[in-house]
């Protein structure tokens, strides 16, 4: 009898073994993902320090090169906030650097370029359904969101900047319509109410 009940869990036995390999290597696989993710979040904040760094010095650099106009004398310089969110994108690098060499037209019409293509990723955001976003993915639109707003308030600042102060007026306002609890919300209110 006992040789027949060992036979009869075989079988059973075999297919056990089968489905806890496959737990294993479903765990392993598992591991490897989040090794990668761990990955990238060490990066990110490598990234922004030395984008900080960066803009720092252009910060420093940047109001010795401008020219004089009352609104742009009355705005920061958006690059001490402008970090290169979690992606070091050469295009808004770029931006900096012209505001640094005190290039205001072409990095206006850089900066008019990046907004658009940031604008279309945020209607498409828009468009995406809240709880079918995986964790990344609402990460990613954060990120976007944070880079559209930076970029708006960099356009604002390069229209003062090339003497466009009724461009930039309109700009500040769609900035308080966008961003009402933005980074750069309170300056932009004292601008409006100082015209």
Request: proline share 4%.
């Amino acid at each position: 009898m006992n040789h027949n009940s060992s036979n009869e869990t075989d079988p059973l036995t075999a297919l056990i073994i089968q489905r806890l390999g496959l737990q294993q290597k479903k765990k392993e696989q598992m591991a490897v993902w989040e090794r990668r993710v761990a990955h990238r979040r060490l990066r990110l904040p490598l990234y922004s320090v030395a984008a900080a760094a960066v803009l720092t010095g252009v910060l420093w650099v940047s109001p010795l090169l401008a020219p004089d106009a009352k609104l742009a004398d009355s705005l920061t310089s958006p690059t001490a906030e402008f970090e290169v969110f979690r992606s070091a994108s050469p295009q808004e690098q770029d931006i900096v650097v012209l505001i640094d060499k005190g290039d205001y037209e072409q990095a206006l019409s850089l900066c008019r370029e990046q907004l658009r293509g940031s604008d279309a990723a945020i209607e498409q955001w828009q468009q995406a359904v809240q709880d079918s976003l995986t964790e990344e993915l609402q990460y990613e639109r954060e990120c976007e969101w944070m880079r559209n707003e930076q970029l708006r308030w960099t356009l604002i600042y390069l229209l003062a900047r090339t003497g466009r102060e009724d461009e930039a007026t309109q700009e500040i306002r769609l900035y308080l319509q966008r961003y009402p609890t933005g980074i750069h919300q309170s300056e932009a209110r004292n601008l409006l109410t100082d015209k």
